[in-house]
């Protein structure tokens, strides 16, 4: 059953770790010792509607508020459960992991923090799945770690799932969602990850692969203005704010109050930004009838030569 | 004393004002001061170099900054023999932040791209500060496609403190606009050079800086947000803006370091802006010097080399090589 997904990683990773696996293990754990207690493990209130949700039911419902529908954000543990078939995961390039590379002040201690916080190692998980059947490779943001910026190692392991797709001849799917874009601490070399996704993208565009972006909340900055923006199709979750500036900083900039609405995922469809908004409960659904069209695509080529 | 000088320029300042004013003394009473006026030059000489020669980051960024810094245009009209400028997205508008056109530097044809601040108030509310709309990408993006089909080397320079942030930009989409770009520039297959000419706004530089070289004048700067962002961010407190354009690594010397930038263009003694003419002529013959290096290449060699120097961009540390030859 798809809620027995949420909270469990169930897929293997490829890498073997020069430690006891610190992902499974916090995750399952769930956080520290002794909050179980607290009422916030048990409900929370949907910010949307203000409904008080039992977290069972929440789980159950995919994260999906069951009275307005708003869409809670998921870790990339919860998006790969969500959209891979059971047991069907090999994650790659588990070990990369951050460096200080400006001496930037803190900021070893931030990626300690966010590590411990999420069992991740940095803000991205990637590797080779299937989704009802397909095999594609698959890359999921994680909007916890330092709010899904985009550092060197985001980029590499992005670049390293467009490669994957180019050389074994796979669909690439990305699910963005962070709010971050690229991230301060690592300064220029975080910037320069927008133009190395991007570059590598023209090289998947050129192999004639396919690249689904899917857009969640929060998508920002510079995972928005590069390889998030860049599929051939682009899907985005209900109410995902999406944009390129935040809303703050646009409203100080432009002194007037925001139209309603703007920057979700609505806002992006009326505009032409992106081809659908799909709910969380129809995602794989969607994923598996495009790959389905789309291997059909492929079969006729190869009947073509 | 003149109104558009740096705070660390002042000493500098003072010392012209005194030889200003020598010189009108020698004139009012005939007397020749003329050595006492050579000394003071002398001594002005020395104290510019060292102060240019020891700039902090914040004071680079003022420079990059200055209202004064020779535009897009300018250093067209200085640069170019010929120009021609170009109109439209096709789809929207035109974009005055971010111009663009034909022309010919010598005996090459070339297209070039850039964004366009204001010297005047007046001027910059045209030219929107230099913040460019996705239409202005879009534009950018056409002119190239175009330098692409008829094969003229693309300049493309870049001056911008950020894309722009508001409405109009989100609807018309600015993060694709800018995304595209870089996705695009990855296949056109003549050589694109990127100069930094003064600030290097963040993905608002980035949409028009994919290129075979990148380079930035001497006192500009490029970063991933502007100082004041990141300090108001990180430290609650925008007056730390100082302390994050150090830390940000975002002058010519440390981008060089971090192999993110290919060269530095020097320029004229206390900056671009004190002389127009030697500022354009260390450009051209830089730009010449590297679209002539380019031309050797072919194609496919070409494009090979622009995506292996982005593709190699980043710092990390992988475990796995360590791990493997422990077994």
Same mark, same amino acid.
């Given at each position: 059953?798809?809620?027995?997904?949420?909270?469990?990683?169930?897929?293997?990773?490829?890498?073997?770790?020069?430690?006891?696996?610190?992902?499974?293990?916090?995750?399952?754990?769930?956080?520290?010792?002794? /909050?179980?207690?607290?009422?916030?493990?048990?409900?929370?209130?949907?910010?949307?509607?203000?409904?008080?949700?039992?977290?069972?039911?929440?789980?159950?419902? #995919?994260?999906?508020?069951?009275?307005?529908?708003?869409?809670?954000?998921?870790?990339?543990?919860?998006?790969?459960?969500?959209?891979?078939?059971?047991?069907?995961?090999?994650?790659?390039?588990?070990?990369?992991?951050?460096?200080?590379? #400006?001496?930037? +002040?803190?900021?070893?201690?931030?990626?300690?923090?966010?590590? /411990?916080?999420?069992?991740?190692?940095?803000?991205?998980?990637?590797?080779?799945?299937?989704?009802?059947?397909?095999?594609? &490779?698959?890359?999921?943001?994680?909007?916890?770690?330092?709010?899904?910026?985009?550092?060197?190692?985001?980029?590499?392991?992005?670049?390293?799932?467009?490669? /994957?797709?180019?050389?074994?001849?796979? +669909?690439?799917?990305?699910?963005?969602?962070?709010?971050?874009?690229?991230?301060?601490?690592?300064?220029?070399?975080?910037?320069?990850?927008?133009?190395?996704?991007?570059?590598?993208?023209?090289?998947?565009?050129?192999?004639?692969?396919?690249?689904?972006?899917?857009?969640?909340?929060?998508?920002?900055?510079?995972? &928005?203005?590069?390889?998030? &923006?860049?599929?051939?199709?682009?899907?985005?979750?209900?109410?995902?704010?999406?944009?390129?500036?935040?809303?703050?900083?646009?409203?100080?900039?432009?002194?007037?109050?925001?139209?309603?609405?703007?920057?979700?995922?609505?806002?992006?469809?009326?505009?032409?930004?992106?081809?659908?908004?799909?709910?969380?409960?129809?995602?794989?659904?969607?994923?598996?009838?495009?790959?389905?069209?789309?291997?059909?695509? &492929?079969?006729?080529?190869?009947?073509?030569? | 004393?003149? $109104?558009?000088?740096?705070?660390?320029?002042?000493?500098?300042?003072?010392?012209?004002?005194? @030889?200003?004013?020598?010189?009108?003394?020698?004139?009012?009473?005939?007397?020749?001061?003329?050595?006492?006026?050579?000394?003071?030059?002398?001594?002005?000489? @020395?104290?510019?170099?060292?102060?240019?020669?020891?700039?902090?980051?914040?004071?680079?960024?003022?420079?990059?900054?200055?209202?004064?810094?020779?535009?897009?245009?300018?250093?067209?009209?200085?640069?170019?023999?010929?120009?021609?400028?170009?109109?439209?997205?096709?789809?929207? $508008?035109?974009?005055?932040?971010?111009?663009?056109?034909?022309?010919?530097?010598?005996? @090459?044809?070339?297209?070039?791209?850039?964004?366009?601040?204001?010297?005047?108030?007046?001027?910059? =509310?045209?030219?929107?500060?230099?913040?460019?709309?996705?239409?202005?990408?879009?534009?950018?993006?056409?002119?190239?496609?175009?330098?692409?089909?008829?094969?003229?080397?693309?300049?493309?320079?870049?001056?911008?403190? !950020?894309?722009?942030?508001?409405?109009?930009?989100?609807?018309?989409?600015?993060?694709?606009? *800018?995304?595209?770009?870089?996705?695009?520039?990855?296949? *056109?297959?003549?050589?694109?050079?990127?100069?930094?000419?003064?600030?290097?706004?963040?993905?608002?530089?980035? !949409?028009?800086?994919? !290129?075979?070289?990148?380079?930035?004048?001497?006192?500009?700067?490029? $970063?991933?947000?502007?100082?004041?962002?990141?300090?108001?961010?990180?430290?609650?407190?925008?007056?730390?803006?100082?302390?994050?354009?150090?830390?940000?690594?975002?002058?010519?010397?440390?981008?060089?370091?971090?192999? *993110? @930038?290919?060269?530095?263009?020097?320029?004229?003694?206390?900056?671009?802006?004190?002389?127009?003419?030697?500022?354009?002529?260390?450009?051209?013959?830089?730009?010449?010097?590297?679209?002539?290096?380019?031309?050797?290449?072919?194609?496919?060699?070409?494009?090979?080399?622009?995506?292996?120097?982005?593709?190699?961009?980043?710092?990390?540390?992988?475990? $796995?090589?360590? =791990?493997?030859?422990?077994?």
């Amino acid at each position: 059953m798809l809620k027995d997904f949420f909270g469990k990683s169930k897929y293997v990773t490829v890498e073997r770790k020069s430690r006891p696996s610190r992902r499974s293990s916090e995750v399952e754990g769930s956080g520290k010792e002794g /909050r179980k207690e607290m009422p916030d493990d048990l409900w929370t209130k949907c910010k949307e509607c203000k409904e008080i949700i039992f977290n069972k039911k929440l789980a159950e419902n #995919l994260k999906v508020c069951p009275s307005c529908g708003k869409h809670f954000r998921l870790t990339a543990t919860e998006r790969i459960s969500l959209l891979i078939d059971e047991g069907k995961f090999e994650e790659y390039d588990a070990n990369l992991e951050a460096i200080n590379p #400006l001496d930037f +002040p803190n900021y070893e201690e931030k990626v300690e923090k966010y590590q /411990r916080k999420t069992g991740l190692k940095d803000a991205v998980i990637t590797g080779i799945g299937d989704i009802n059947g397909h095999t594609v &490779s698959l890359a999921a943001l994680d909007s916890r770690f330092l709010m899904g910026s985009m550092n060197s190692v985001v980029g590499e392991k992005l670049t390293r799932a467009i490669e /994957r797709a180019i050389d074994q001849e796979l +669909p690439l799917i990305i699910v963005a969602g962070g709010g971050g874009g690229a991230r301060m601490y690592e300064g220029m070399l975080s910037l320069m990850q927008m133009a190395k996704t991007s570059v590598a993208l023209k090289q998947l565009e050129q192999a004639g692969q396919l690249f689904i972006s899917i857009l969640t909340d929060p998508t920002y900055g510079g995972i &928005s203005a590069s390889f998030a &923006s860049l599929g051939d199709i682009n899907i985005a979750e209900p109410g995902a704010k999406i944009g390129f500036a935040g809303p703050r900083v646009i409203k100080q900039t432009i002194n007037k109050d925001l139209p309603a609405g703007f920057q979700t995922a609505e806002f992006l469809l009326k505009y032409g930004m992106i081809d659908k908004v799909v709910k969380r409960s129809e995602l794989k659904h969607t994923l598996g009838k495009i790959l389905d069209i789309h291997q059909m695509g &492929s079969m006729r080529g190869e009947r073509d030569a | 004393m003149p $109104s558009n000088y740096l705070d660390f320029e002042k000493p500098l300042v003072e010392l012209e004002e005194k @030889v200003n004013e020598l010189k009108s003394f020698m004139e009012e009473k005939e007397i020749d001061l003329t050595e006492e006026i050579e000394r003071l030059n002398k001594r002005a000489k @020395v104290l510019q170099e060292e102060i240019f020669s020891n700039l902090e980051p914040w004071q680079i960024l003022q420079i990059a900054r200055h209202p004064e810094r020779p535009t897009t245009l300018d250093y067209i009209e200085l640069v170019c023999d010929e120009f021609i400028e170009l109109h439209g997205d096709r789809q929207f $508008s035109d974009d005055k932040a971010l111009i663009g056109g034909i022309g010919r530097i010598g005996d @090459v044809p070339v297209t070039i791209i850039g964004h366009q601040k204001g010297k005047t108030t007046k001027d910059n =509310i045209e030219r929107n500060f230099g913040m460019a709309h996705p239409e202005g990408y879009r534009k950018a993006l056409r002119l190239m496609k175009q330098a692409d089909k008829f094969n003229r080397p693309i300049i493309a320079l870049i001056n911008t403190p !950020g894309a722009y942030p508001g409405v109009g930009a989100e609807e018309r989409g600015q993060a694709e606009a *800018i995304a595209r770009n870089m996705m695009e520039m990855a296949g *056109i297959k003549v050589p694109i050079i990127v100069v930094i000419i003064g600030e290097g706004g963040s993905g608002g530089a980035l !949409g028009i800086g994919v !290129g075979d070289r990148v380079l930035m004048l001497e006192y500009t700067y490029y $970063s991933v947000c502007s100082p004041e962002a990141c300090a108001a961010i990180l430290w609650k407190d925008a007056k730390e803006a100082e302390t994050a354009a150090k830390a940000l690594k975002i002058t010519a010397k440390d981008l060089m370091e971090l192999e *993110i @930038v290919d060269g530095i263009v020097s320029e004229p003694p206390g900056g671009a802006h004190k002389d127009y003419q030697l500022s354009a002529q260390l450009l051209r013959d830089e730009i010449l010097k590297e679209i002539n290096k380019l031309n050797e290449l072919s194609p496919e060699e070409l494009l090979k080399q622009r995506y292996n120097k982005f593709r190699k961009m980043g710092q990390i540390k992988e475990e $796995s090589e360590k =791990i493997l030859s422990e077994l």
